[in-house]
């Protein structure tokens, strides 16, 4: 029988080539937590990639400017396939708002520091999972559960006797 890791749930990928910095960190930083990931080129690649994700959580690393391609496209593909993107980027000036919109609602987020991916890293390889921003079965980081009352609680904020 084959060991199982507590990083079997989580499946990464890479887009950049390993002339970049943040895209060495990234696959080394993958590496040291045991993470499975795999270095694409270009998202033109990654896209067949993403349809074989088969893992409960998936992780797209990369540099804004490198998946922000067709207005965002490459995040609502990214997402129907069950991956998490999340872009580097040095400054927040070059980002267009359409973009950036699609990027969160497809769950995805972005970070300014390469040190920043370690947390996010961390944070999907916990057991609870907590993050904000990892979208429910429903497709939305909103979760209707957490706002269930009783009708005896409605009462009660209501003042109802």
Same mark, same amino acid.
């Given at each position: 029988?084959?060991?199982?890791?507590?990083?079997?749930?989580?499946?990464?990928?890479?887009?950049?080539?390993?002339?970049?910095?943040?895209?060495?960190?990234?696959?080394?930083?993958?590496?040291?937590?045991?993470?499975?990931?795999?270095?694409?080129?270009?998202?033109?690649?990654?896209?067949?990639?993403?349809?074989?994700?088969?893992?409960?959580?998936?992780?797209?690393?990369?540099?804004?400017?490198?998946?922000?391609?067709?207005?965002?496209?490459?995040?609502?593909?990214?997402?129907?396939?069950?991956?998490?993107?999340?872009?580097? +980027?040095?400054?927040?000036? !070059? @980002?267009?708002?359409? %973009?950036?919109?699609?990027?969160?609602?497809? =769950?995805?987020?972005?970070?300014?520091?390469?040190?920043?991916?370690?947390?996010?890293?961390?944070?999907?390889?916990?057991?609870?999972?907590?993050?904000?921003?990892?979208?429910?079965?429903?497709?939305? +980081?909103?979760?209707?559960? !957490? @706002?269930?009352?009783? %009708?005896?609680?409605?009462?009660?904020?209501? =003042?109802?006797?």
């Amino acid at each position: 029988m084959e060991k199982q890791s507590p990083c079997d749930h989580l499946r990464a990928t890479v887009i950049g080539s390993l002339t970049d910095s943040f895209v060495r960190y990234s696959m080394d930083l993958l590496d040291r937590y045991e993470v499975e990931s795999v270095l694409c080129e270009d998202i033109y690649w990654a896209v067949g990639r993403l349809n074989k994700n088969s893992r409960t959580d998936a992780l797209v690393i990369g540099r804004y400017e490198h998946l922000n391609h067709q207005k965002g496209r490459f995040f609502e593909i990214a997402s129907k396939a069950g991956y998490i993107c999340c872009c580097f +980027s040095d400054s927040h000036s !070059d @980002f267009e708002q359409e %973009q950036v919109s699609v990027l969160k609602s497809a =769950g995805g987020f972005i970070v300014n520091k390469a040190e920043d991916v370690e947390k996010v890293i961390l944070k999907l390889l916990a057991p609870d999972k907590s993050l904000s921003f990892v979208k429910k079965k429903n497709g939305s +980081s909103f979760n209707k559960d !957490d @706002f269930l009352t009783t %009708q005896a609680e409605l009462d009660a904020l209501l =003042g109802n006797q």
